[in-house]
């Protein structure tokens, strides 16, 4: 939804959220937006027309207990923990995005979540994955390793896979997620 909402115009997005979150009627957001109420009406038809465009569609979506899916998941953990960035990127569609709640960084295509992924995040041996389940879709709870060399919470990635690879990886950046999926906050050398 975030990285949706960073693809609309300036006036689109505030029709959407004037609307559709505050729920004003288009007379007020017209007043608001010192424009007509018919502007506003076309504005938040284009909006959710590209709102819905950028969903995953239901029939490319695959279960999260299938086979298939678990092995996507553990070549992601595989890919990720050492660091080979050409495997996880082979996994992703061209079109993927990663969001990270709360940050407002968003990446979206494979190349930019590519270089993301190559610049900032994966360092071998820097991570430790363990495979879960949120909201009935695959996940891993990711740790990181300190200068200790302990591994500390670091965020919970749910993946939406769709038949032809990850399309989203929303990085929940939190140690305060791991306690809902009764994860420790550090894992130590033993643990791994």
């Known amino acids: 939804m975030i990285a949706a909402l960073h693809s609309l115009s300036a006036r689109e997005r505030a029709a959407v959220i004037l609307r559709d979150v505050l729920q004003w009627r288009a007379a007020e957001v017209a007043e608001a937006l010192d424009t007509s109420a018919a502007s506003v009406n076309s504005s938040l038809l284009r909006a959710r027309a590209r709102i819905k465009a950028a969903e995953p569609r239901e029939d490319e979506m695959v279960e999260p207990d299938s086979a298939d899916s678990r092995a996507v998941l553990d070549r992601y953990v595989t890919a990720f923990q050492d660091a080979d960035i050409d495997s996880l990127v082979s996994m992703l569609v061209e079109d993927v995005v990663i ?4 940050l407002p960084s968003w990446f ?3 190349e930019s979540v590519g270089r993301f992924f190559a610049s900032r995040c994966l360092y071998a041996h ?3 994955m363990i ?13 990181m390793r300190d200068a200790d060399g302990v591994y500390a919470a670091h965020s919970i990635q749910v993946l939406t896979l769709t038949r032809t690879g990850i399309a989203r990886i929303m990085a929940f950046r939190s140690p ?3 306690a809902y999926f009764d994860l420790p906050g550090h894992l130590t ?3 791994c």
């Open 176 to 178: 305060l997620h791991f």
């Open 99 to 102: 969001e990270m709640p709360p």
């Open 126 to 128: 820097q991570w430790r």
């Open 108 to 110: 979206a295509g494979v």
């Open 189 to 191: 050398q033993e643990d």
């Open 131 to 143: 495979p879960t389940i949120a909201n009935g879709q695959p996940a891993v709870a990711a740790y």
